[in-house]
């Protein structure tokens, strides 16, 4: 299984990621990607997953500015970039080569992060989409500020190669314990269990 894993390493230099991740703040990706390894440690879900769908979970955003100032009305009403990342960071992890399920799982987590996008009402989030909600929550900057933020490059990938470390230790605990997080059924709720 690990010989096969996809890094966020791999993600995070990419073109298609070097491109569309500043838009939604480099730094804001990296730290909740960190956030959600804390909080699928804390919850006992899948730290793969969850941490890919930190690091991607802006990669939809696009820039909504207007005579050079952020322009948080019209990103409010007219923003897609849930559905937009979704679809990017879906089509970025198939090309990496991520299991087939595992991109899904990360592709609706990412869907349902933010209760910006209409699509996110009235949904009951698995706990998976849960995570990453408030792991995008829990950046301490709101708004403008933790998207326009900046990080040197060399320092989010040194973060982001720390985190692989620490996500590759518990994917060896996890394949020895047949973890039922990374086998293909891991953004469901509780009630898609019981059937």
């Known amino acids: 299984m690990l010989t096969e894993h996809v890094t966020l390493e791999t993600l995070i230099t990419d073109s298609v990621a070097k491109k569309h991740l500043p838009q939604g703040g480099l730094r804001h990706a990296v730290i909740t990607a960190e956030n959600a390894f804390e909080l699928a440690n804390e919850r006992q879900l899948c730290v793969d997953i969850a941490t890919k769908a930190g690091l991607l979970h802006d990669i939809g955003h696009t820039t909504w500015e207007h005579q050079g100032e952020w322009d948080y009305e019209s990103y409010n009403y007219y923003d897609i970039h849930t559905i937009k990342g979704a679809e990017r960071a879906h089509e970025l992890l198939i090309f990496k080569g991520e299991d087939l399920s595992k991109a899904r799982t990360v592709a609706l987590a990412i869907l349902f992060h933010s209760d910006s996008s209409p699509i996110s009402e009235n949904v009951e989030l698995t706990p998976l989409q849960q995570l990453v909600f408030d792991a995008d929550d829990m950046d301490e900057l709101k708004d403008k500020e933790r998207h326009n933020l900046e990080i040197d490059f060399a320092e989010a990938l040194e973060r982001v ?34 059937d």
């Open 161 to 194: 190669r720390r985190l692989d470390m620490l996500v590759y230790q518990s994917l060896q605990n996890c394949s020895a314990l047949q973890c039922k997080d990374c086998n293909g059924r891991v953004g469901e709720t509780d009630a898609e269990k019981r």
